[in-house]
């Protein structure tokens, strides 16, 4: 890059710290997401990027847990990276509001997903998971990610959300265009879509109530008023990309871990009773959703200046893997002790839908080593990671080993 194009670099950035890093487009990235920000962790905790927009890069346990405890400091607005002013025509509810607005508007959401009210939806989730498995379970080869990774989670979450599932294959054409096209045009003609069919199921729900969590939603209250339809899409909005994308991505990305480690897979078949700890440890090794925040006061972090204003991408798939927080970190241990991570995040935003997200991965493991022999890659298999918002693969090629 010449001097006349280089992003200007702030003078309270350490020169040391900058890399001109696109944390999300950069070949280097895309070739392995996780092996690339193990190589930033090695070479330094928290670092400075002039690209999308300029931001600090943050890849250890211990300060990705600082920051996201620290909420006062670190709000999470604006958020997006980089930051595209008009992206959303207010604060979206509830990610992007901080301290007591965002409390007042979580509490509605925590319950519909907290382990009780999702407790009865495991025989649905089996059911539909043993439908999908068993279809494929006599084929030689099945394209695990479009066959079960996208379906299973679209299924469930459609039917809980009062949706057609009939449309999965129009709703997961917007959320790909929006989330993972890599072109902005279909993004934003993506987001459109979207909003302008939420919307008029928000209206339809606040005329006329039915089961499903859209007119659960209609019907709360937040300072003893009901929420507005602007509300209410906001939440939809969060919930419809979150329901159609993130179990997805995980689902076929620890898939693919016990397609390469078949000494694994075998454990599991051999003791399903691993499989709890199986999904946290893969949760670990393999987390998803990078974050961003912005800096809401000048802070010291780990001895270096952070400014008012600025970006910060907090690294949850390289704290994962951090030495320093976990011993052998790159092997999966189904019977390691600690491992809890940030994959669902830390603090006031921690995953609403983590309790759902944990079922369905642990129903699928225990499926999949069970009902169908074991699995490996396909010999030829192709993939293309994508390394935005949510992490993840276009496609998972296993072969059955019979
Ligand atoms: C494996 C799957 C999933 C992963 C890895 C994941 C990850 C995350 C992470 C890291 C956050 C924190 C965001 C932040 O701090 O800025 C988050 C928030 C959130 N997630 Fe998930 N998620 C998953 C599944 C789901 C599902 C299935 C739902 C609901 C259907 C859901 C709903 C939400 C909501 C509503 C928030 C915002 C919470 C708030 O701002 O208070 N997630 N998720």
């Not at 400091?73 to 207010?90: H, K, Q, T």
């Not at 009865?120 to 099945?142: C, K, N, Q």
């Not at 298999?381 to 059955?400: M, T, V």
Request: glycine share 6%.
């Amino acid at each position: 890059m010449t001097s006349e194009t280089a992003p200007e670099i702030p003078a309270h950035v350490p020169s040391e710290l900058v890399r001109h890093l696109d944390i999300r487009n950069d070949p280097d990235v895309l070739a392995d997401p996780w092996a690339a920000v193990d190589r930033l962790r090695e070479d330094a905790p928290l670092l400075w990027s002039p690209e999308l927009g300029s931001h600090w890069i943050v890849t250890s346990a211990e300060l990705v847990r600082q920051v996201l405890q620290t909420p006062d400091a670190f709000p999470n607005y604006p958020s997006g990276l980089p930051v595209i002013e008009g992206a959303w025509p207010r604060k979206l509810v509830p990610l992007q509001l901080d301290g007591d607005e965002h409390t007042r508007y979580r509490r509605l959401l925590t319950p519909l997903f907290s382990p009780r009210a999702i407790r009865p939806l495991t025989d649905l989730v089996r059911e539909h998971a043993t439908r999908i498995i068993t279809s494929f379970a006599g084929d030689d080869r099945v394209e695990f990610h479009s066959q079960l990774a996208i379906p299973l989670p679209s299924v469930v979450f459609l039917g809980i959300f009062g949706i057609p599932v009939e449309q999965m294959d129009t709703f997961q054409s917007w959320v790909f265009g929006l989330l993972h096209s890599g072109d902005p045009e279909a993004a934003a003609a993506a987001g459109a879509e979207i909003t302008g069919y939420l919307a008029e199921a928000v209206a339809d729900r606040m005329r006329e109530p039915r089961e499903d969590l859209i007119s659960e939603l209609a019907q709360m209250e937040v300072d003893g008023r009901p929420l507005t339809a602007e509300e209410l899409l906001d939440m939809s909005f969060l919930l419809f990309l979150a329901g159609l994308d993130t179990v997805s991505n995980q689902l076929s990305v620890i898939t693919m871990h016990l397609a390469r480690d078949p000494g694994q897979q075998q454990a599991l078949r051999d003791d399903p009773s691993l499989i709890e700890n199986a999904v946290e440890e893969l949760l670990r090794l393999h987390a998803i959703a990078p974050l961003t925040r912005t800096v809401g006061r000048d802070f010291t972090l780990n001895g270096v200046r952070l400014r008012k204003g600025d970006r910060m991408l907090l690294s949850t798939p390289a704290a994962g893997r951090d030495p320093a927080a976990y011993d052998d970190p790159l092997t999966a241990r189904f019977d390691r002790a600690n491992n809890s991570s940030a994959a669902f995040g830390l603090g006031p935003h921690r995953c609403a839908g983590m309790h759902l997200a944990r079922q369905e991965l642990r129903i699928v493991l225990e499926l999949m080593t069970t009902l169908v022999p074991p699995f490996r890659l396909a010999p030829g298999a192709r993939w293309q990671w994508h390394a935005g918002e949510i992490w993840g693969l276009d496609r998972l090629d296993l072969e059955f080993v019979r």
